[in-house]
């Protein structure tokens, strides 16, 4: 196989992808100290697996507009792993790392006080409805198919693409930061930003979106079958 060809430079476009990752990242601030609380039952409201279609389609025809005119394949990274048998075993030992550290960072905070970083963002509900099945389902299709796949595009993809030509760990450590700051959270960010570092150490290692792209589907997945199964 091949060695892929190093990206340009295009400085307009990441500017443009700058600016479109702020502009999220302000806009889920700002809502997130405008709300009163947080809903309890998001994953069983179909306004909410609406709501999830809308904003990453919407994100997906921004990226596609900055990508405009250059080879999406090569941009996003959309290529196989040098080693899918390796990118897996990469992956694997990633997801680890990601959940010792938030067991490790949540720990600390019971320390602190009554802190916890999932019932801040609000999308994991605290367990079963069965009245409720089908709004869940598509929920959970929602979270753990398109939002993982946009959001690896738009991070481990287009960003990492546009910014790897200044240095391959400015583009893993810039979009980790950007990909926690964008969800709007404070208690998670710490959490977010290292799951967004580790990602962006797995793009950078296997050349690929698509093993980020599942670990960032297995996390959610497992998150939200924990938090219905009763166990979380």
Not at 34 to 56: K, N
Not at 105 to 118: E, H, K, M, Q, W
Not at 179 to 195: K, M, Q, R, S, Y
């Amino acid at each position: 196989m091949s060695e892929p060809v190093a990206p340009s430079r295009h400085p307009g476009r990441l500017l443009a992808w700058l600016v479109f990752v702020l502009g999220l990242t302000a806009l889920n601030y700002a809502g997130r100290f405008a709300a009163e609380g947080t809903p309890d039952d998001i994953a069983y409201q179909w306004t909410s697996s609406i709501g999830v279609v809308v904003q990453f389609g919407l994100m997906l025809g921004v990226l596609l507009l900055i990508a405009k005119g250059l080879p999406k394949r090569e941009l996003f990274a959309l290529r196989r792993p040098r080693s899918w048998k390796r990118a897996l075993g990469l992956a694997a030992a990633a997801l680890v790392a990601i959940y010792v550290a938030s067991l490790a960072y949540t720990g600390l905070l019971s320390l602190l006080g009554d802190f916890d970083p999932t019932e801040e963002q609000g999308l994991v509900p605290d367990g079963w409805d069965s009245s409720r099945a089908a709004p869940f389902i598509t929920f959970f299709l929602a979270v753990t198919i398109l939002a993982p796949i946009v959001e690896e595009l738009t991070y481990r993809g287009l960003g990492f693409s546009l910014i790897s030509p200044y240095g391959v760990v400015l583009a893993i450590v810039g979009t980790g930061l950007l990909f926690g700051l964008t969800h709007g959270l404070l208690i998670g960010l710490p959490v977010l930003a290292f799951f967004g570092i580790v990602v962006g150490w797995l793009r950078a290692k296997t050349d690929s979106v698509y093993p980020g792209m599942l670990l960032h589907a297995t996390f959610n997945a497992v998150a939200l079958l924990v938090a219905v199964s009763g166990a979380g």
